[in-house]
């Protein structure tokens, strides 16, 4: 399937993007999410399901933090990916990756819609805060879930609205004034104005779970975390 222009430029917008805040990503995220954001790859490292010798590809990596938990499950006999189309990121991810040398871990350039790699390929894929970022979710998720092994789980992790008050309240309030702040102060107001209206834009998680569905994907289960906030999307390949 070929892009459309519009699809093209978006994802050129995106990439330039993460290149330009790659220095200040992981600082930035710690402070939007008190830190939580590791404990909640950790949960959806947990999710995909991966044992020691296992192969996994963490898409849209980053900088390569869900990767590492990923490789921690899957130990020195395992294979893991962490795959992303910004090199910035990647550089930052290598260069963690070499602090601590962490064996069966590797990080390549790649575009999530389209991966390079053969189909049923991996035990698990995950993204961790990055399906929102997709010019095409339908083609994405399709894409991920046709690298995996039949039974092989694919786990999303993302950021949702939150419906209900205070939440509602409280999270309009964060990331419309606190986080477009925050860039500012980092350097980049655009990318952290971003951040609130892609998630405004997004599936609630029903219906990322309808995305998912359709992808062909079984025993599709989502979990809200951090009081509507967060979702963990899960789901596994057919045999």
């Known amino acids: 399937m070929t892009a459309t222009a519009e699809q093209e430029a978006f994802a050129g917008q995106i990439r330039g993007m993460f290149d330009r805040i790659a220095g200040v990503y992981d600082l930035m995220n710690g402070a939007m999410t ?7 790859r950790a949960r959806a490292a947990d999710l995909a399901e991966v044992e020691p010798g296992d192969s996994a ?4 990596c ?10 921690r499950r899957t130990g020195p006999t395992g294979r893991v990916i962490g795959s992303d189309f910004s090199e ?7 260069a963690k990756a070499a602090d601590r040398g962490t064996p069966g871990l590797r990080f390549e350039w790649g575009d999530a819609l389209e991966l390079p790699y053969d189909d049923r390929s991996f035990d698990a894929v995950t993204v961790g805060f990055g399906v929102r970022n997709l010019a095409d979710l339908e083609r994405g998720v399709a894409e ?6 039949a039974g092989g789980r694919l786990v999303i992790l993302e950021i949702t609205q939150p419906r209900r008050p205070p939440l509602s309240i409280f999270f309009s309030l964060w990331f419309d004034r606190v986080v477009p702040l925050l860039g500012t102060l980092a350097g980049d107001r655009d990318a952290y104005t971003y ?9 609630p998680p029903e219906g990322l779970a309808l995305v998912m569905d359709r992808a ?8 809200v975390l951090a009081g509507g906030i967060i979702a963990i999307h899960s789901g596994a390949a057919a045999a």
């Open 216 to 223: 062909g994907l079984e025993r599709i289960r989502y979990t």
């Open 62 to 71: 980053g900088t390569g933090d869900l990767a590492f938990e990923l490789a």
């Open 34 to 40: 008190a830190g939580l954001h590791h404990r909640w």
């Open 195 to 203: 951040l609130p209206e892609s998630v405004k834009r997004f599936p």
């Open 144 to 149: 991920l879930a046709r690298v995996l092994n």
């Open 57 to 60: 590809l963490d898409a849209c």
């Open 88 to 94: 910035r990121m990647l550089d930052l991810a290598r």
